[in-house]
């Protein structure tokens, strides 16, 4: 049984509560353990993340960043996405869920489970990655 942690940037909760209770579904299922871990905003995952490689054999990333008025969004979500891909080129298996959209119904529709779970997606694709690091380490 692996240890996974749940790293969520607890920018809008009712669409993060979704994304959670799919990424948990899905580690439950695989039969893995879990703990969670707020932060305050997507800016902050990857940090907590290299914090946290030590103590936990997988990281799912969750949050969501929707597109306000300014240069900010290109910022937050590019920035957050670019840093959990370097911890992943360093060997930590990560499945990042954290929502890049122009609107809150594009977030709705892709954090819920009965729909696109992309919470329960990037659980299993954090759980995949883990699967081929203990296959080649
Ligand atoms: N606008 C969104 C943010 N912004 C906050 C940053 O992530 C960060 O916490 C702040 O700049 C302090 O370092 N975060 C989200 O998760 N979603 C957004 O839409
Ligand atoms: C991530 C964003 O773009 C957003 O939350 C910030 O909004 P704004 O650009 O209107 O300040």
Redesign the pocket.
Known sequence: MAKILIVEAR?YKHLNDLLLEGARAAIEAAGHSHETITVPGALEVPGAIALAADHYDAFVAIGV?????????????GESARAIMALTLDGIAIGNGILTTENEAQALTRARRTEKDKGGEAAKAAIAMLELQQKYS
């Open positions: 920018f960043v929707i597109r306000g008025e300014t240069y900010h969004f290109e910022i937050v979500a």
